[in-house]
């Protein structure tokens, strides 16, 4: 079955612990991404990555880290997690890189995280 | 700068009528991709729908079709024959090509109610 793993689904940390949120694919597919998702901001790109080792920011990449040493891995790293960072975070990859003339993008089921 | 704009916070359609999400678009890319996601309640993100800039035909995904209009940067959704499982949250998002990096941006959204 096609899908997109997160873990954890749920995180409740303190300001400055480190932590990694995981997200794998099972698709062979080279487009991933990092979303979070405020209420009345929609949906914004954290990180993106086109291929292994290649790793892109998106709109709001500041207090985020993220690697691509494997194709179906993306995780996303916080080095010292803030308050502002409690969000709903997606992980997402599609078959492409979503210009050409057919594409799909799978999200994972989201991790809901709060920094205290 | 890129950006989507969806112009309907939130909309009320009758079972089994059809209804047309608006979504705009600005970008001077001229390789770019159209997505359209649906986010129930339960918070999972479910791709509807894709159009690719260069296609020439409206894309069409069981009932729901993208209704193109390239000259105008609109990519509106229609959902034909409403059920009451379509109430939900809606996604509009652009990916840009190489011009733009690559990078993916979305709407604000639109809630839908679909009425018994």
């Known amino acids: 079955e096609a899908q997109v793993t997160q873990n954890p689904r749920y995180l409740i940390t303190v300001t400055g612990k480190k932590l990694t949120v995981t997200c794998s694919q099972n698709?062979?597919?080279?487009?991933m991404s990092w979303y979070r998702q405020d209420p009345g901001l929609g949906l914004r790109q954290i990180y993106y990555s086109m291929n292994v080792e290649v790793t892109d920011k998106g709109d709001v990449p500041e207090g985020y880290k993220v690697s691509r040493k494997e194709k179906r891995n993306f995780p996303l790293i916080l080095e010292s997690p803030s308050p502002n960072q409690t969000s709903l975070y997606f992980c997402a990859s599609s078959t492409t890189t979503g210009t050409g003339s057919t594409d799909t993008q799978y999200f994972g089921p989201g991790t809901r995280l709060t920094v205290l | 700068a890129q950006k989507i704009t969806q112009t309907q916070p939130g909309m009320f359609v009758q079972e089994k009528e059809a209804v047309t999400l608006d979504c705009t678009y600005d970008t001077s890319d001229p390789s770019y991709g159209l997505f359209w996601y649906k986010q129930p309640s339960s918070g999972e993100m479910i791709f509807l729908i894709y159009?690719?800039?260069?296609?020439?035909q409206n894309a069409t995904e069981g009932r729901y079709s993208l209704n193109f209009q390239k000259a105008r940067k609109s990519a509106n959704l229609v959902i034909s024959a409403s059920q009451l499982g379509d109430s939900a949250m809606y996604f509009c998002?652009?990916?840009?090509?190489?011009?733009?990096?690559?990078?993916?941006?979305f709407g604000a959204g639109t809630r839908l109610f679909v009425k018994a």
């Open positions: 998002a652009m990916r840009e090509g190489q011009t733009g990096g690559f990078k993916t941006i």
């Open positions: 159009q690719g800039s260069y296609d020439q």
């Open positions: 698709m062979n597919h080279e487009y």
